[in-house]
């Protein structure tokens, strides 16, 4: 599982409040990528990072913003949570030598 | 822009037959990665196989193989000799091999194994 770990697994929460997600890897893989899982959309791109402090937007980046202060954590901040925003959110690493990406178990969010 | 698109929804195959999930992509690098993923009912994603589009040759991961067309931008994954653990989703995506290592998906197709 290339050592990432996703936190919280499941949060519940209420529209306008800020959500943060963490995502901690132990192998200190370069390139680390937020997407959200929702039916019938599969997985889109938010962000992702190819190293310390450079991110970059994917196709789905409104409402969201990510920081990377450490190459072991990736955040994922939703200022201000909206319903839309209700999905399975799932942290990923890329692995430069073979080309692999490697998932988290993901995070239930529940806007409510 | 890279696009992915899977245009199967849902298939279903019997126990022990074999089945072709098909996935066509657009991409303008000239040097990226295409994949399969599975996602089984409990959620984790979990890597079936992978291709280099500068190889030829297809990739095979035991009952699994691919069926990669460069030209006509095909990369259908073929599951032979179907287990019941094969019911899941199948993701297909491209990724970038350059610096910039985005990585596109399908949307997906639901897979039945039946008994």
């Known amino acids: 599982d290339a050592g990432i770990t996703q936190s919280p697994r499941h949060k519940v929460t209420e529209t306008g409040t800020p959500v943060t997600l963490r995502c901690h890897q132990t192998?200190?893989?370069?390139?680390m990528y937020w997407y959200r899982q929702d039916p019938g959309h599969g997985l889109r791109l938010i962000h992702y990072?190819?190293?310390?402090?450079?991110?970059d937007k994917g196709e789905v980046s409104d409402g969201y913003s990510v920081s990377r202060s450490k190459t072991e954590d990736f955040l994922l901040t939703l200022e201000s949570a909206t319903s839309s925003q209700t999905s399975v959110y799932f942290c990923a690493i890329s692995e430069i030598r073979s080309g692999k990406l490697f998932f988290g178990s993901g995070t239930q969010l529940s806007v409510l | 822009a890279q696009t992915v698109t899977q245009s199967q929804p849902e298939m279903s195959v019997q126990e022990a037959e074999t089945v072709t999930l098909s996935c066509t992509y657009d991409?303008?690098?000239?040097?990226?990665?295409l994949f399969w993923y599975k996602q089984p009912p409990s959620r984790q994603m979990i890597l079936v196989i992978r291709q280099e589009a500068y190889k030829q040759q297809n990739a095979t991961e035991n009952r699994f193989s691919v069926n990669f067309q460069k030209a006509a931008k095909s990369f259908s994954l073929k599951i032979s000799d179907s287990q019941l653990g094969d019911t899941a989703m199948y993701f297909c995506?491209?990724?970038?091999?350059?610096?910039?290592?985005?990585?596109?998906w399908g949307l997906g197709t639901s897979l039945a194994v039946n008994p």
């Open positions: 192998e200190n893989h370069r390139y």
């Open positions: 991409t303008s690098e000239n040097n990226y990665y």
């Open positions: 995506g491209v990724e970038n091999a350059g610096n910039n290592r985005k990585l596109i």
């Open positions: 990072s190819y190293g310390v402090k450079d991110t």
